[in-house]
């Protein structure tokens, strides 16, 4: 068969779903649910703070853009304050737009509400050299201090969520999304002799298998597995509010299942050839 | 003794018309009850304790003060927030960098990976072959684990993301943590090698 005619196939069964906005219950994923177990029981009180790692560029977005999405939806819903930053430069834009987007998205469903940057997210910008921000992190007795400004120049201090945030300690959960292993740095250098975060990890599909001997062991809580983590992630939160609309995790979710399938097919079909040719030779 | 004196002396003194020394203490602890009473149920106490209760309506006021005062204060703090960002979006810097980045690096970046589908789909049509066991191996492998994270494997089996989890927890965990265990130990024994310059005779 022509390569033409594969890559006609391909982007076809990619761009329908996406096109006819065209949308599949995603299969069920364990290690998402695990994730969202952990967002819901975590208790929203003043002077404890996520922290977001968003170490996404726009190579992984398509995968890694609606991870950050529902995990950042769903903190915004219980009004747990985060802090997003990143050890990847060229993540700033997402830095900046992912929670402005969400909160639009948000206050649009229920007009009464309102997110504020400041009062429900800060964003920490671009951060060097990730072992030793980690290692300061942790070792630091007052983290307003050491983190100083937020990506805008304006002081932590006089920020309302870091009010009471001063330790390691006060970081309840951490959530790390990237399309490499730089999970590592976190496991490693994220922690102190008394006490150690919560770690959940959004990672590509290409990293899944790796990502699974940190779940195995404990050292992350969760996982979202690619774009299929981030689409059941997304019908848990349908589950809980059912006024929510459909996001881009399932819709992208639906066409690479697709996609998928049509590889399966074509592996199918080179086989049946690859067998009707051998048995014509023979 | 100088007890003794002093009821001498309180006699003598008596005598003088000065009342015996019981009944001046009783006059005394008299008084002194009095006084008591009136600090108690009275006077200082009742002043005291108006002057609490005054001090607490005070308080009460501050508190109601500083609350307002923090919640000002969490306004400010969002609206200078708010207004950092309105205002970095406004340079032309910003405004370059938007349409840089949305215009150019984003749809670059992703269409570099995106090939990956499409050479995928073209590479396993012409190389994934059963030509041998491993290979139906990989192959079945392959297709549970791709049908147990898409939409189709449930239509197909309803227990199909189930096997998948336990291709990933169980047989895909042990190769991985081999893997990294055995690099592990290959990167200290070249490390050790390298210390002390092992095999560096036979380079020369």
């Not at chain 1, 730089?182 to 250098?189: D, K, M």
């Not at chain 2, 609490?52 to 005070?58: C, K, T």
């Amino acid at each position: 068969m022509n390569r033409r005619f594969i890559y006609i196939f391909v982007i076809l069964a990619v761009s329908a779903p996406l096109l006819l906005k065209f949308t599949m219950k995603p299969a069920r994923m364990v290690s998402a649910e695990r994730s969202f177990k952990v967002i819901e029981e975590l208790p929203a009180v003043q002077g404890k703070i996520v922290l977001i790692g968003m170490d996404i560029g726009p190579s992984v977005k398509a995968e890694t853009v609606p991870q950050v999405e529902v995990i950042l939806e769903h903190l915004m819903r219980r009004r747990i304050p985060f802090a997003v930053f990143s050890l990847l430069v060229e993540s700033k834009k997402f830095l900046d737009d992912i929670p402005q987007r969400i909160a639009k998205r948000l206050m649009a469903e229920d007009p009464s509400q309102k997110w504020q940057y400041g009062k429900d997210w800060v964003n920490l910008g671009y951060q060097p050299f990730a072992n030793l921000f980690f290692e300061g992190l942790s070792k630091s007795d007052d983290i307003v201090a050491f983190l100083k400004k937020d990506t805008f120049g304006t002081s932590l201090s006089n920020i309302s969520i870091f009010q009471g945030v001063k330790k390691l300690n006060d970081i309840s959960l951490v959530l790390e999304v990237s399309g490499s292993a730089v999970i590592g740095s976190y496991i490693q250098f994220l922690q102190k002799t008394d006490y150690r975060p919560p770690i959940i990890h959004g990672c590509t599909a290409i990293t899944v298998p790796e990502a699974y001997i940190y779940l195995d062991s404990g050292q992350i809580v969760g996982l979202l597995e690619g774009l299929s983590g981030a689409a059941w992630y997304s019908e848990l939160l349908r589950y809980k509010f059912p006024q929510r609309a459909v996001d881009t995790a399932l819709l992208t979710n639906t066409a690479l299942g697709i996609g998928q399938f049509v590889v399966m097919a074509l592996i199918l079909f080179g086989n049946i050839l690859h067998f009707l040719s051998r048995k014509r030779l023979a | 003794l100088s007890a003794n004196a002093a009821i001498k002396s309180d006699q003598e003194k008596n005598a003088a018309g000065v009342p015996p020394f019981e009944v001046r203490i009783e006059k005394l602890r008299g008084a002194a009850e009095q006084e008591l009473a009136h600090l108690v149920v009275g006077g200082v106490s009742k002043e005291i304790g108006e002057q609490i209760d005054a001090l607490l309506v005070s308080l009460k006021q501050q508190t109601l003060q500083l609350d307002a005062l923090s919640n000002k204060f969490e306004e400010l703090s969002t609206s200078v927030g708010q207004y950092a960002i309105l205002e970095s979006e406004k340079t032309y810097a910003h405004k370059a960098y938007q349409f840089l980045f949305d215009g150019l690096f984003t749809p670059l970046s992703a269409a570099m990976f995106s090939l990956l589908s499409v050479y995928i789909a073209a590479a396993a049509f012409r190389a994934f072959r059963i030509r041998s066991f491993e290979a139906s191996l990989m192959m079945v492998t392959a297709v549970i684990v791709m049908l147990g994270q898409t939409s189709f494997g449930t239509a197909i089996y309803e227990g199909m993301p189930a096997i998948r989890q336990w291709l990933m927890e169980v047989p895909n965990s042990a190769a991985f943590r081999a893997i990294r265990i055995g690099a592990a130990i290959a990167g200290l024994v070249m490390a050790v090698r390298v210390w002390l310059s092992i095999g560096s005779e036979e380079v020369k």
